[in-house]
C-alpha cells in the first residue's frame, strides 16, 4: 500500500514495518547474493546471475487516481494495474464503497485472483454481511468491492497528516 511521496520505503504490507524497500533490500543482499555449487562433472559452479519474480498487488489511497510526480520504477510497468486502500477510521472513504457488493477476500486473493470467487456476495450464502458504523470499525483485510480490490487498513498514526 502506497502512500506519497511514493518512495519504496512509503509502500507497506499490512504489517507496517515491512516496506518494499526492507524488501528489496532482502532480497538483493541476503536471497540473490553470489553461490558455489559442487556439481558432479563440472566441479564448482558459480551463480552469480539469477532472476526473480515477484507477485502481489499495489494499492494506491483510496479516490486516487495515479502517483502524480512519482517517476513508476523500471520493474514496474504503467500499465499494471493498481488498486486501492483505506483507512478504515476514514469514514468519508469508507462511505464510498458500495457495501452491499462487498465481500472479504479468501486469503490467496492477497496473490492471485481467483475465478472461483468472482461473483459470491455477502447475500449469496457463502459470506457474512460486511457492515460498520461509527461505533464499530471494519475489520482490517482484502475486501473486493465487485471485482474492485479494496484494502481496509488502520492508518499508523505517525503516518497520518495533522
Not at 511521496?5 to 516496506?19: A, L, R
Not at 510526480?69 to 488498486?83: M, N, Q, V
Not at 464510498?96 to 465481500?103: E, G, V
Amino acid at each position: 500500500m502506497g502512500s506519497a511521496p511514493f518512495e519504496p520505503v512509503n509502500w507497506v504490507g499490512i504489517n507496517s514495518n515491512d516496506n518494499l524497500q526492507r524488501k528489496m533490500t532482502h532480497m538483493q543482499t541476503k536471497q540473490f547474493r553470489a553461490v558455489w555449487v559442487d556439481t558432479e562433472n563440472h566441479g564448482q559452479v558459480k551463480i552469480d546471475k539469477r532472476y526473480g519474480v515477484i507477485k502481489g498487488r499495489f494499492f494506491l489511497p483510496i479516490n486516487t487516481t495515479d502517483c502524480g510526480d512519482y517517476d513508476w520504477p523500471y520493474w514496474l510497468t504503467p500499465s499494471f494495474p493498481i488498486h486501492e486502500w483505506c483507512d478504515k477510521r476514514d469514514m468519508a472513504s469508507l462511505a464510498t464503497i458500495d457495501t452491499k457488493a462487498l465481500r472479504a477476500a479468501h486469503y490467496i486473493e492477497w496473490f492471485t485472483k481467483r475465478d472461483f470467487y468472482d461473483g459470491r456476495t455477502a447475500h449469496d450464502g457463502h459470506q457474512q454481511p460486511v457492515v460498520w458504523s461509527d461505533s464499530e470499525l471494519p475489520k482490517t483485510g482484502l475486501y473486493f468491492e465487485g471485482n474492485r480490490p479494496i484494502v481496509i487498513y488502520p492508518r499508523q498514526s505517525d503516518q497520518i497528516d495533522e
